[in-house]
């Protein structure tokens, strides 16, 4: 992990620096790097579970109880890394869980005497347009749609980290935006984009692949932490993949199909219940939203993954599984004789068979 630079704001004493969901994945990797860090006094991790990490404190905590505070008595710093970014939630639960999560931590921070609070959202939040620059800068306007999706979620909690320094004078909150998520244990919508047995592509649009390995991401936080790096500020591998990259790289060929096709059998797909995504959730499949991580670089981070061995560890990350659409298909699905790209195929087909049967319905 980067130390912070010789030109930022250090403080004279060792910090002590929570963190929330430090149980398992990004969570306990912060955690893990926080333990033994020269600046670091102690290293705190808060869950409801509890899990041996060496030389981190761990207590018995639920980040979306407001008794939280009473756990944050010598803290300096939190990082709130609980966050469920799984496709296979129940929206309306996995929303409740990350939106009250950020609120929660941020007033028991700031109830409790903490200085910063570190919170991580996605690069998602820039939205992706066939007219954003590449790369898009820190500053650029956040112009994702919230539609109920997990980007809902972190829009909401940038609106929050927006306002708690306001609310409560004297605390200061980090943002961190990373790329798409790669590596161990990350199961989002962009990874099982690659579980699918053929990449869907839509006509005419040129979509830039950018990464960022869970362990970068983790380096990150840790640095934002002991840093006092402002942000807020994006997380990514240098540089971008295009779409022929990718395919390359993977193995996988492509299924291009025209947008209005794309997009209308995603919609009445999800609105089914037959996937996890909403169609709006195909753009970052269309168009870019590769960032730049300049703040961090300048702060003294740099990321030891490029984007290739980011897509690489997604790719070993993901093998033996099967998705449609962000849907991930069971054993049961997969050994028919269909077969993973029959289901894919299944699936788009089932949106055009509903739209010819509300035609028939209608006399059309």
Known sequence: MSSPADGGRRRSARLTVAVTGAAEGVGAAVAARLAGHPDVRK??????????????????????????ADRLGDVDVIVHADIDTSPDTDPVTRTAWNVRGAQTVLTAAAAAGVTRVVLYTSAVVYGAFPDNPVPLPEDAPLRAVPDGSLVGDYLEIERLAERAPKAHPGLAVTIVR????????????FTRHFEAPRLLVVKDTEPCWQFCHVDDLADALAHAALGDVDGPVAVASDGWLSQQEVEEISGIRRMELPEALALGAAERLHRLHLTPSPATDLQYVMHPWAVTAERLK???????????????????????HHAALARRLGKKETATTLGAAGATVALV????????????????
């Open 349 to 364: 087909g089932t949106a055009a068979l509903v739209r010819r049967a509300r035609k028939k319905r209608r006399g059309v």
């Open 178 to 189: 990373p790329a798409a998520l790669a590596g161990p244990g990350v199961d989002t919508v």
């Open 43 to 68: 290293a705190v991790g808060l869950d409801v579970r509890r899990t041996d990490l060496p030389g981190v404190i761990f207590r018995h905590a639920d980040a979306r109880d407001p008794a939280l």
């Open 298 to 320: 300048a702060s003294g981070w740099a990321p030891a993954h490029s984007n290739v061995e980011a897509f690489q560890a997604l790719l070993r990350e993901i093998e033996g």
